[in-house]
């Protein structure tokens, strides 16, 4: 196998001499700009977070993780991370939320910026589980708002939705409001422009809408039906809905309706960017690369910092895990056990956790190594242990936890107990809730693990993730319906 490296870092074309960071309580900025653009586009976002506030009165951040935001000054440098013919991403992740721009193509970046941070305060908000019609339809809204001083203009048509607003085929409104997962709805494409059209007319029309949309979503999460609710929480009937949709898109295209203003208070942003080592950058951009799947990257960023920082514990933390992910088990095991020898550090017992629960997966269940499994995921469980007796508070390691008790034939209780840890800190993470509603599932609760399953639908931001969360959903149906009944009491 060849090793992890060997791409010359310059190949990569990130040139990790020359970024600067800007921190705010939003959000983290790493850019390969100059400081002063860095800067701008800092103070920019800032005070699209206000004017989101503005609109989204609850909207909030996670005290525990941030977003983490790269602006690529070049498209080449951007195509490391980012999927082809795109200009921009979120991912979210254990850690925190990571989106990545090009800001080469700033014409196609910063509304995919807009919408993708629209959907990350809001799925930082406690206690609200917006429907999907919303979610999309206001995250598209915000995609095109200018903030110029104390006012903020949204409501100009997205780009990519006027074509589908043109000459699409409109989604029946029963269906778009009551859509829990992307998969509810033939066409994608048009329900994004569908719901940009519900969003923008109730903006537009009705008064009074934080209001209303806090009922509307109190009566959902009480289980009411997405019609009816939407019928009493807005006065609209559903009958007449969908022609005043029919006349309100008519009169967008012609340029009959007028954009919506509204006032954003002036805040103080303190925005300095500052140079970031070399040692830092390399951790921070090859543990993204890791969780994209490119661990080949990672480790040749990761190298590159070495040289200049040998016993930096973040990029030798990562470059175990790069390994692990390569399948170089061995090496990435000396790896962390050579970083608890230096420290004994809760992230030391993390890795080697991460590295034995990486080889477990990729061994089989059958009956030659079904003994390494279990061996490797006992090892993962107790490592895990270790590192959370050091620092109890690190979500992601309780999800590390909790999935060895899926993974391996045995008590699921521990583990549920484990991820109740992880959601109070991230309770919009779709992999925790998924992880929920399996191991609930395994114990017989079938009902909360299809709130967990339902809640991962609802959160989930992109089709795969809609996928997982239904098939789970499916599975968990079936399985109710097959286990054995109780016997009711005479």
Do not use: C
Not at 176 to 182: D, F, N
């Amino acid at each position: 196998m060849p090793a992890i490296g060997a791409r010359p870092v310059s190949d990569l074309g990130l040139e990790l001499e020359a970024w600067h960071v800007v921190e705010t309580p939003d959000f983290t900025l790493l850019s390969n700009q100059t400081p002063g653009e860095a800067e701008r586009s800092a103070r920019r976002l800032a005070r699209f977070a206000d004017a989101v506030r503005e609109l989204i009165p609850d909207a909030s951040v996670s005290s525990r993780a941030t977003a983490l935001i790269f602006a690529l000054e070049k498209g080449r440098q951007y195509r490391v991370f980012g999927p082809k013919g795109s200009a921009g991403y979120m991912q979210p992740s254990l850690r925190g939320t990571t989106m990545a721009l090009s800001m080469q193509s700033r014409d196609q970046a910063v509304p995919i910026l807009y919408h993708e941070f629209t959907h990350y305060l809001m799925q930082n908000e406690r206690g609200h589980d917006y429907p999907l019609w919303y979610h999309e339809g206001l995250a598209e809204l915000l995609s095109t708002v200018v903030v110029r001083e104390d006012l903020a203009t949204l409501g100009l048509v997205p780009a990519q939705r006027r074509a589908a607003l043109v000459s699409g085929d409109p989604i029946p409104t029963e269906t778009l409001l009551a859509a829990r997962v992307y998969s509810a709805v033939d066409d994608v494409y048009q329900f994004y422009a569908d719901a940009w059209l519900l969003v923008h007319y109730l903006h537009l029309h009705e008064s009074g809408i934080p209001q209303k949309l806090s009922r509307y979503l109190r009566a959902l999460t009480r289980g009411a039906n997405p019609v009816t609710a939407f019928e009493e929480n807005f006065a609209l009937a559903i009958d007449e809905l969908a022609p005043a949709l029919d006349a309100h898109r008519e009169r967008v295209l012609r340029r009959y309706v007028r954009v919506l203003e509204i006032t954003v208070p002036e805040r103080e942003h303190e925005i300095e960017a500052r140079p970031v080592p070399v040692a830092e950058l390399a951790a921070v951009l090859g543990e993204h690369l890791i969780e994209r799947g490119r661990s080949r990257a990672a480790g040749a960023l990761l190298r590159y910092g070495l040289a200049q920082a040998p016993e930096d514990p973040a990029l030798l933390v990562q470059l175990a895990l790069a390994e692990a992910a390569q399948g170089d088990f061995e090496v990435a095991e000396a790896r962390a056990h050579s970083l608890i020898a230096k420290s004994d550090s809760a992230p030391a017992h993390a890795t080697l956790g991460w590295v034995y629960a990486l080889r477990a997966d990729s061994l089989e269940e059958g009956d030659t190594q079904s003994g390494e499994r279990q061996l490797a995921l006992r090892q993962a469980r107790e490592s895990f242990e270790a590192s959370l007796a050091r620092d109890p508070d690190d979500a992601s390691i309780w999800y590390g936890l909790a999935r060895t008790y899926l993974e391996e034939e045995v008590d699921p209780g521990p583990g549920i107990i484990a991820l109740d840890h992880s959601l109070e800190a991230l309770p919009w993470s779709v992999e925790i809730h998924l992880l929920a509603a399996a191991l609930r599932a395994r114990q017989g609760e079938f009902e909360t693990a299809l709130e967990h399953a339902t809640i991962a639908s609802s959160l989930a931001t992109n089709e795969a993730e809609s996928e997982r969360a239904v098939e789970l959903l499916r599975s968990i149906h079936e399985v109710s319906e097959n286990a054995p009944k109780e016997d009711a009491a005479p």
